[in-house]
């Protein structure tokens, strides 16, 4: 069973930095056969959810969407089974509930952003002016 932790939100002033992470367990690293995609995605109250990060387990694919892109880093420390995402440059615009998400990677995929079948509770980043 998949299951997925995160950590790491706050509440920070505009320009700053926060590094959520993402503590993953089920997925089996050993199995070069088996890769799986990971990602961070957003919501905020009456917006519709955003994909913001991705990558693939297995191949040098990372993806990013256009409102992050050179200010979030996303990467994975795989003895640590841990997800990061990297905040730098924070908008008052980022502030939402934040999730990591874990699936299965497709024959072929390059892991698009987005939600996969696996999702943690979310932690919270609120960034004020």
């Known amino acids: 069973q998949v299951h997925l932790v995160e950590s790491g939100g706050g509440s920070v002033q505009a320009g700053e930095s926060l590094r959520l992470s993402c503590e993953v367990s089920?997925?089996?690293?050993?199995?070069?056969?088996?890769?799986?995609?990971l990602g961070w995605f957003r919501q905020a109250p009456g917006k519709e959810r955003e994909g913001l990060a991705s990558?693939?387990?297995?191949?040098?694919?990372?993806h990013y969407a256009d409102s992050v892109k050179g200010r979030f880093t996303i990467s994975l420390d795989r003895p640590k089974n841990t997800l990061y995402l990297e905040m730098s440059s924070l908008k008052t615009e980022d502030t939402a509930a934040y999730y990591c998400?874990?699936?299965?990677?497709?024959?072929?995929?390059?892991?698009?952003?987005?939600?996969?079948?696996?999702r943690g509770q979310g932690t919270q980043v609120t960034v004020s002016s």
């Open positions: 089920g997925l089996d690293w050993t199995r070069y056969v088996t890769r799986y995609c």
């Open positions: 990558m693939h387990s297995g191949k040098d694919f990372i």
């Open positions: 998400t874990a699936q299965r990677a497709h024959q072929g995929t390059s892991c698009p952003v987005g939600s996969y079948n696996f």
